[in-house]
């Protein structure tokens, strides 16, 4: 069992409705916090944005599943794999790891999912955008207020931050940093939409790239929009670009 600030959820029987959404829990000391999420419909796509995320579409998350508060740490990173990525420096602990590549974070949930004896792994992008915007259709993550210094890192810090630092960017269920920082890894490879189902979907499998989502810190408020992608080379390792995992509930 874990527990859930205060809350105790059994494994074998787990909680099924709303009123579990944005419950907290970990699954063992190092592992990050995970934000439950219920299942539910969403409009996916923007109308008024870029050519790839049009057009805006109907999609069902059929089940109740966690993602992550924040975006994987390089302590945590470190507590899994056993060191950072070549090139990342640990002097601070809690930003977000980068140089890693879609490889590199599957092979972070494998290790965790052992660990923890749970199943961890890449949300897929219609639950990351699910995540971002939950119930309302919202711009942003935390509404329809427009980026600012003081909501996501973004035009100007030169570098990420630790997660957590902007609190007025937080979302309506206690996501942080899903706008700036650094862009995210999703599970999905890249392809236009109306390609696949609704039912959350997994993604164009025509293509060897993935999607990544969320924005970076030199990004301006276009791409920290929930709806926001890029695609990304599946082997890329790049400064800008980190993961947060999901959690498969029962």
């Known amino acids: ?27 063992c000391d190092v592992c990050p916090q ?26 069902a998350i059929p089940a109740m599943f966690a993602m992550g508060r924040t975006e994987i740490t390089r302590a945590q990173w470190q507590a899994i794999m056993g060191a950072n990525p070549e090139g990342v420096s640990s002097d601070c602990e809690n930003c977000p790891v980068i140089l890693v590549d879609w490889e590199d974070a599957q092979e972070f949930c494998r290790r965790l999912s ?32 427009e980026v600012t210094s003081e909501r996501a890192n973004h035009l100007g810090s030169g570098w990420s931050m630790p997660v957590g630092s902007y609190p007025g960017g937080r979302s309506k269920l206690g996501f942080d940093d ?34 990544i989502r969320g924005g970076y810190w030199a990004n301006g408020p276009n791409l920290l929009k929930c709806a926001a992608r890029l695609e990304s080379s599946s082997d890329g390792d790049q400064a800008g670009v980190g993961f947060r995992i999901c959690r498969t509930l029962p």
């Open 1 to 27: 069992m874990v527990v859930l600030l205060g809350l105790v959820f059994h494994a074998s029987a787990g909680p099924s409705d709303a009123s579990m959404a944005g419950s907290v829990f970990k699954d």
């Open 34 to 59: 995970m934000v439950v999420i219920p299942p539910g419909q969403f409009k996916m796509g923007d109308a008024n944005g870029e050519q790839d995320e049009t057009p805006v579409h109907e999609v």
């Open 114 to 145: 052992q660990r923890t004896r749970q199943h961890y792994r890449l949300p897929t992008e219609a639950e990351w955008e699910r995540a971002a915007r939950y119930d309302d259709g919202r711009t942003w993550p935390w509404g329809e207020v």
């Open 178 to 211: 899903m706008a700036g920082n650094v862009w995210e890894w999703v599970g999905d490879r890249f392809g236009p939409y109306g390609s696949f189902g609704a039912l959350n979907p997994l993604g164009y499998e025509g293509e060897s790239s993935h999607v």
